[in-house]
């Protein structure tokens, strides 16, 4: 009784029988995906597919996860995007009809794919779903795991009325097994595979492979069934050495020979140092044959290639092969990710020897104080001993402690400054330098690959800038790498310092002011040379001036102290009449001052006229203008001699604009900020006043700022109609920056005005600024110009080879490039991309080089151009698979098939022939009769890859059943044997 009274005696397990398992609930989740992805039903009516519309035509996928239990799938649906007929095809369409997978099984209009996925290939599917398992699940190799998924499928296709086949993946996933299902009204196809390392001997044939055929189908009651056969062999070339590659690598060696100019170091290399193509497959099809028109069994085959009525080509390229272009641009982008600093590149030695030269130089200074009979005094002499002083350096530097050779160091910098080349005096080299500027400014500014520097910003293709960045990646590549590098800009700087301490123009930049659409390393070089030239006018005007004072002084007698006389106020004048611009009249001596003190000028002119003159007191003069006058007398409004504004760079634009946002919105900010601004304008109010005594700010204006003036036509106390003027309204607000400039002025002519442009300040600025550049920082400036090449160098070799593709690849990667390259932060992994797109271009155009070469593209014996040669060879770049017209009679055929006898041939000189035809395994013996030769070596090799496709209609599985599609797909390798099978039953009675 204790026992029935307890209460967990009581509780009974029940276990409900209607719980989904994890298996249904596969199931059911197989059938929301094929609902959601619309699969059910009969299958929609489409087009047949077109010949070749496998391989042209757009493949579509959907793909999403399934899970069994704990165990991870993907489901993905595979299928051509074709149009279809219409909602009429639909209505036509029969309840019994075959599922459009099974009317695929029997399309021979695109056998043999060369692209698509290998289950389109073995069933010539254009629509069907496969399960595999997930990214780190185990494979299914479990018999009985592969049946009850198998199961499932079949389950979820009955139950959705899915007619599209699905797949499941079993074995390892490098074996490519599937097995599959495909269900329609009364119908079912069986997808069914097998796959062996090796041929077994009875089926290393045809007829072996039909013997298999028909016993699986079961027509042994139908020994005269006709059997549709479609076959395809692959024969595959490697050894090209009968061809010599065209492109040689360059020995650059030679570049050291007597002839080491602008050709060799103005031109970036390019093509292939190896064969790009490694591979030339040729697959040879038959069709369409019966079983009684070809024999092929192990005694006897009529499968000759060159008798095959299709021949179709493909090419291997080589994995990465190594080209020149690409190597110098990888090893350029390389040097721009560098850190190191110059003194840490050349080491203590060259640190110590600079040191050296600094001691040098202080021993050349010193020297100035030594007697004038010891030291002539002449106005270079600084700058003559400093650079005889740096030359005895280089000259006592070690060979082995020399980064660059001295040869080559040479050589580069004759190149960058080939007006070094004839020894001049310096009064010719000033004067043929600023020619040697001005090339290349007509008839390539019109050309658009000239004018490429303005979308990249780097600088044109004949200036200094360029030239050093193809010097600077020759260097780097083959010279010495970062240490060369370093030398030669080290180098490169001293040369610039030497020219400007010489007044000698910088070779191969134009003239004029920064050109901001440059990069901003030959914006610098402008600027130098911008100074160098103020510096060579004042220098220039200097000795004019003192020629001037001293005829003065021999025709006036001179003084007993051989001073020369002052300069008169009229002589000021006519000289000022001449038009020479202001740094022209600077009378400064000592170019580290920037201006002359005023002390000690006489603006009061000697001669007649004194104080009362307004003529002579006029300094600065160009010339009258538009007949004004002035307004508070009847003397001409004279254009002023002004000083040009200063030139800039981009970096100093910027730091200006910085420095000008950070005075803020304030009145206070805003009025100075106002006043650094009118520097420029309060030297035009000085000259303006000097060159028109009595002036008043409304003269000014009406030079300066004409719509500022406005004049009305009033009439005056006597009735007569009068011209009058006034400022305009802005010109009257009160604190007007203009009224406050106007009454600060003095009266003072552009030559004794502070300069606006300090040309020395400037020019040793553009030199630190050089001498501080890492070699790193100078790879980055010289980037843009590198890619400027490149991209210039591979159209001129697309020019060549005329690829329309690579030319289209050139047009994007141009535009890449100019947003590339245009911010002043570049990103560096997009730029190793875009540098990785070049060198594919390099690559295509290098395989379009070898495939010419191999092809004998140009002119036949007869003479006859050979443009099919030459759309078949371009087709192999761009196309999977390629048609020879003509099979092996055609002139593509031809060359292919002497291109396999030369191989077979030189085969045979280095190999014994028994050997060579002797096969890895007994039971892949070719017994064959020789093919399109009577010699004992064959024309073609054993064929890598034979692909044997069976098809024909059958009733199973009884005789009476409806006649189904079957379809056996063979693949024979040297270590592959795999038989896809799809063979269909008729359900209805089964």
């Given at each position: 009784m204790a026992a029935d009274n307890d209460p967990e005696s009581e509780v009974f397990e029940i276990t409900d029988f209607t719980t989904a398992s994890e298996w249904e609930r596969f199931v059911s989740r197989v059938e929301e995906v094929l609902n959601d992805w619309k699969l059910t039903g009969n299958s929609a009516v489409k087009l047949s597919p077109e010949k070749g519309e496998y391989t042209s035509g757009t493949w579509g996928e959907h793909s999403q996860d399934i899970h069994f239990a704990d165990f991870k799938f993907f489901i993905t649906h595979y299928f051509l995007k074709q149009d279809c007929e219409g909602d009429d095809g639909k209505d036509k369409l029969e309840e019994d009809a075959l599922p459009m997978a099974m009317q695929d099984l029997l399309c021979m209009n695109n056998d043999f794919p060369p692209r698509a996925h290998c289950l389109v290939r073995w069933y010539g599917l254009r629509e069907f779903v496969v399960i595999s398992p997930g990214a780190n699940c185990e494979a299914i190799i479990s018999e009985s795991k592969c049946n009850l998924l198998l199961s499932s499928i079949s389950i979820s296709l009955a139950n959705s009325g899915c007619q599209v086949p699905i797949f499941v993946q079993i074995q390892q996933k490098w074996r490519r097994m599937y097995s599959g299902e495909c269900q329609g009204p009364g119908v079912r196809t069986d997808f069914e595979m097998v796959q062996l390392r090796k041929v077994p001997s009875q089926y290393n044939h045809l007829s072996g492979l039909l013997d298999i055929f028909k016993s699986k189908i079961g027509c042994t009651m139908f020994p005269s069934l006709p059997v549709n056969i479609a076959i395809r062999f692959t024969y595959i070339l490697q050894d090209w050495q009968q061809h010599s590659w065209p492109q040689q690598p360059p020995d650059f060696d030679t570049l050291l020979g007597g002839e080491v100019g602008g050709v060799e170091f103005g031109k970036l290399p390019f093509g292939a140092c190896e064969e790009p193509i490694s591979e030339l497959h040729l697959a040879t099809t038959w069709p369409h044959l019966t079983e009684g028109i070809v024999v092929d069994n192990d005694v006897y085959s009529d499968l000759d290639p060159l008798q095959a009525p299709h021949w179709s080509v493909r090419v291997r390229a080589a994995e990465n092969p190594q080209c020149l272009l690409g190597d110098f641009l990888t090893e350029f982008f390389k040097l721009c990710c560098r850190k190191e600093s110059t003194e840490e590149v050349l080491g203590r030695g060259l640190t110590e020897e600079e040191g050296k030269e600094n001691n040098d130089i202080s021993s050349a200074l010193s020297k100035l104080t030594e007697p004038a009979a010891a030291v002539p005094i002449t106005k270079l002499s600084v700058s003559n001993m400093v650079h005889t002083a740096r030359k005895h350096i280089r000259r006592h530097r070690r060979i082995d402690e020399s980064p660059l050779n001295t040869d080559v160091l040479n050589s580069v910098l004759l190149y960058l400054f080939p007006d070094a080349a004839v020894e001049k005096s310096p009064d010719n080299i000033k004067n043929k330098t600023p020619q040697s500027n001005s090339f290349g400014t007509t008839k390539q500014d019109k050309n658009s690959d000239y004018n490429l520097f303005l979308q990249l910003k780097s600088a044109p293709s004949d200036s200094l800038t360029y030239r050093l960045a193809l010097c600077v990646c020759l260097v780097n590549y083959n010279y010495g790498g970062l240490r060369a590098v370093a030398h030669l800009w080290q180098e490169f700087v001293l040369e610039l310092r030497f020219r400007w301490e010489n007044n000698h123009l910088i070779y191969g930049l134009t003239e004029g002011p920064p050109d901001l659409r440059c990069c901003l390393l030959h914006q610098k070089l402008q600027m130098l040379n911008c100074c160098i030239e103020r510096k060579r006018a004042r220098d220039e005007a200097r000795k004019a001036s003192d020629g001037n004072k001293e005829r003065e002084r021999r025709v006036s007698g001179g003084t007993h102290n051989n001073r020369p006389a002052p300069e008169s106020a009229s002589a000021a004048s006519a000289s000022a009449s001449q038009g020479k611009s202001w740094d022209s009249w600077s009378d400064s001596e000592d170019e580290f001052f920037e201006c002359l003190s005023d002390q000690g000028e006489i603006e009061a002119p000697h001669g007649e006229g004194g104080k009362d003159s307004s003529k002579n007191k006029a300094e600065g003069r160009l010339h009258p203008y538009n007949n004004m006058t002035l307004l508070n007398s009847t003397e001409p409004l004279y254009v002023p001699v002004t000083q040009e504004p200063a030139p800039m760079t981009e970096d100093l634009l910027e730091e200006q604009s910085e420095v000008l946002a950070k005075l803020g919105t304030s009145a206070e900010g805003t009025h100075l900020r106002a006043r650094m601004q009118s520097a420029c304008l309060l030297s035009d109010m000085e000259s303006f006043k000097a060159a028109n005594p009595g002036c008043v700010l409304e003269d000014f204006v009406r030079w300066y700022s004409p719509r500022d003036y406005v004049e009305e036509e009033v009439v005056d106390e006597k009735g007569n109609t009068v011209v009058r003027g006034e400022l305009s309204a802005r010109m009257k607000i009160p604190g007007n920056m203009w009224v406050e400039a106007w009454e600060?002025?003095?009266?003072?002519?552009?030559?004794?005005?502070?300069?606006?442009?300090?040309?020395?300040?400037?020019?040793?600025?553009?030199?630190?600024?050089?001498?501080?550049?890492?070699?790193?920082?100078?790879?980055?400036?010289?980037?843009?110009?590198?890619?400027?090449?490149?991209?210039?160098?591979?159209?001129?070799?697309?020019?060549?080879?005329?690829?329309?593709?690579?030319?289209?690849?050139?047009?994007?990667?141009?535009?890449?490039?100019?947003?590339?390259?245009?911010?002043?932060?570049?990103?560096?992994?997009?730029?190793?991309?875009?540098?990785?797109?070049?060198?594919?271009?390099?690559?295509?155009?290098?395989?379009?080089?070898?495939?010419?070469?191999?092809?004998?593209?140009?002119?036949?014996?007869?003479?006859?151009?050979?443009?099919?040669?030459?759309?078949?060879?371009?087709?192999?770049?761009?196309?999977?698979?390629v048609v020879v017209m003509g099979a092996g009679q055609g002139p593509a055929g031809s060359i292919i098939h002497k291109l396999f006898i030369n191989a077979q041939r030189l085969a045979d000189f280095t190999t014994d022939e028994a050997a060579l035809l002797a096969p890895v395994d007994d039971e892949l013996v070719f017994d064959r009769k020789p093919t399109g030769s009577s010699s004992k070596v064959p024309d073609f090799p054993p064929p890598a890859g034979r692909e044997i496709l069976l098809r024909t209609c059958v009733p199973r599985p009884a005789p009476y059943s409806k006649a189904l599609p079957q379809r056996l797909f063979c693949v024979l390798m040297r270590d592959e044997f795999r038989l896809a099978g799809a063979f269909s039953s008729d359900t209805s009675f089964f």
């Amino acid at each position: 009784m204790a026992a029935d009274n307890d209460p967990e005696s009581e509780v009974f397990e029940i276990t409900d029988f209607t719980t989904a398992s994890e298996w249904e609930r596969f199931v059911s989740r197989v059938e929301e995906v094929l609902n959601d992805w619309k699969l059910t039903g009969n299958s929609a009516v489409k087009l047949s597919p077109e010949k070749g519309e496998y391989t042209s035509g757009t493949w579509g996928e959907h793909s999403q996860d399934i899970h069994f239990a704990d165990f991870k799938f993907f489901i993905t649906h595979y299928f051509l995007k074709q149009d279809c007929e219409g909602d009429d095809g639909k209505d036509k369409l029969e309840e019994d009809a075959l599922p459009m997978a099974m009317q695929d099984l029997l399309c021979m209009n695109n056998d043999f794919p060369p692209r698509a996925h290998c289950l389109v290939r073995w069933y010539g599917l254009r629509e069907f779903v496969v399960i595999s398992p997930g990214a780190n699940c185990e494979a299914i190799i479990s018999e009985s795991k592969c049946n009850l998924l198998l199961s499932s499928i079949s389950i979820s296709l009955a139950n959705s009325g899915c007619q599209v086949p699905i797949f499941v993946q079993i074995q390892q996933k490098w074996r490519r097994m599937y097995s599959g299902e495909c269900q329609g009204p009364g119908v079912r196809t069986d997808f069914e595979m097998v796959q062996l390392r090796k041929v077994p001997s009875q089926y290393n044939h045809l007829s072996g492979l039909l013997d298999i055929f028909k016993s699986k189908i079961g027509c042994t009651m139908f020994p005269s069934l006709p059997v549709n056969i479609a076959i395809r062999f692959t024969y595959i070339l490697q050894d090209w050495q009968q061809h010599s590659w065209p492109q040689q690598p360059p020995d650059f060696d030679t570049l050291l020979g007597g002839e080491v100019g602008g050709v060799e170091f103005g031109k970036l290399p390019f093509g292939a140092c190896e064969e790009p193509i490694s591979e030339l497959h040729l697959a040879t099809t038959w069709p369409h044959l019966t079983e009684g028109i070809v024999v092929d069994n192990d005694v006897y085959s009529d499968l000759d290639p060159l008798q095959a009525p299709h021949w179709s080509v493909r090419v291997r390229a080589a994995e990465n092969p190594q080209c020149l272009l690409g190597d110098f641009l990888t090893e350029f982008f390389k040097l721009c990710c560098r850190k190191e600093s110059t003194e840490e590149v050349l080491g203590r030695g060259l640190t110590e020897e600079e040191g050296k030269e600094n001691n040098d130089i202080s021993s050349a200074l010193s020297k100035l104080t030594e007697p004038a009979a010891a030291v002539p005094i002449t106005k270079l002499s600084v700058s003559n001993m400093v650079h005889t002083a740096r030359k005895h350096i280089r000259r006592h530097r070690r060979i082995d402690e020399s980064p660059l050779n001295t040869d080559v160091l040479n050589s580069v910098l004759l190149y960058l400054f080939p007006d070094a080349a004839v020894e001049k005096s310096p009064d010719n080299i000033k004067n043929k330098t600023p020619q040697s500027n001005s090339f290349g400014t007509t008839k390539q500014d019109k050309n658009s690959d000239y004018n490429l520097f303005l979308q990249l910003k780097s600088a044109p293709s004949d200036s200094l800038t360029y030239r050093l960045a193809l010097c600077v990646c020759l260097v780097n590549y083959n010279y010495g790498g970062l240490r060369a590098v370093a030398h030669l800009w080290q180098e490169f700087v001293l040369e610039l310092r030497f020219r400007w301490e010489n007044n000698h123009l910088i070779y191969g930049l134009t003239e004029g002011p920064p050109d901001l659409r440059c990069c901003l390393l030959h914006q610098k070089l402008q600027m130098l040379n911008c100074c160098i030239e103020r510096k060579r006018a004042r220098d220039e005007a200097r000795k004019a001036s003192d020629g001037n004072k001293e005829r003065e002084r021999r025709v006036s007698g001179g003084t007993h102290n051989n001073r020369p006389a002052p300069e008169s106020a009229s002589a000021a004048s006519a000289s000022a009449s001449q038009g020479k611009s202001w740094d022209s009249w600077s009378d400064s001596e000592d170019e580290f001052f920037e201006c002359l003190s005023d002390q000690g000028e006489i603006e009061a002119p000697h001669g007649e006229g004194g104080k009362d003159s307004s003529k002579n007191k006029a300094e600065g003069r160009l010339h009258p203008y538009n007949n004004m006058t002035l307004l508070n007398s009847t003397e001409p409004l004279y254009v002023p001699v002004t000083q040009e504004p200063a030139p800039m760079t981009e970096d100093l634009l910027e730091e200006q604009s910085e420095v000008l946002a950070k005075l803020g919105t304030s009145a206070e900010g805003t009025h100075l900020r106002a006043r650094m601004q009118s520097a420029c304008l309060l030297s035009d109010m000085e000259s303006f006043k000097a060159a028109n005594p009595g002036c008043v700010l409304e003269d000014f204006v009406r030079w300066y700022s004409p719509r500022d003036y406005v004049e009305e036509e009033v009439v005056d106390e006597k009735g007569n109609t009068v011209v009058r003027g006034e400022l305009s309204a802005r010109m009257k607000i009160p604190g007007n920056m203009w009224v406050e400039a106007w009454e600060t002025a003095r009266i003072t002519p552009a030559r004794r005005q502070k300069r606006l442009f300090d040309d020395t300040k400037e020019a040793e600025k553009v030199l630190h600024y050089l001498a501080m550049q890492k070699p790193a920082e100078l790879a980055r400036h010289l980037l843009p110009c590198i890619i400027h090449a490149a991209i210039l160098k591979l159209k001129e070799e697309e020019l060549v080879e005329d690829i329309p593709s690579v030319k289209k690849n050139i047009q994007q990667a141009t535009s890449q490039a100019s947003k590339l390259l245009h911010p002043p932060n570049h990103d560096y992994k997009k730029l190793e991309d875009f540098i990785n797109q070049l060198m594919t271009t390099e690559t295509v155009i290098t395989q379009a080089r070898s495939l010419k070469a191999k092809f004998a593209i140009g002119e036949d014996e007869k003479g006859e151009s050979t443009d099919e040669l030459e759309k078949f060879v371009s087709s192999l770049l761009e196309e999977p698979e390629v048609v020879v017209m003509g099979a092996g009679q055609g002139p593509a055929g031809s060359i292919i098939h002497k291109l396999f006898i030369n191989a077979q041939r030189l085969a045979d000189f280095t190999t014994d022939e028994a050997a060579l035809l002797a096969p890895v395994d007994d039971e892949l013996v070719f017994d064959r009769k020789p093919t399109g030769s009577s010699s004992k070596v064959p024309d073609f090799p054993p064929p890598a890859g034979r692909e044997i496709l069976l098809r024909t209609c059958v009733p199973r599985p009884a005789p009476y059943s409806k006649a189904l599609p079957q379809r056996l797909f063979c693949v024979l390798m040297r270590d592959e044997f795999r038989l896809a099978g799809a063979f269909s039953s008729d359900t209805s009675f089964f």
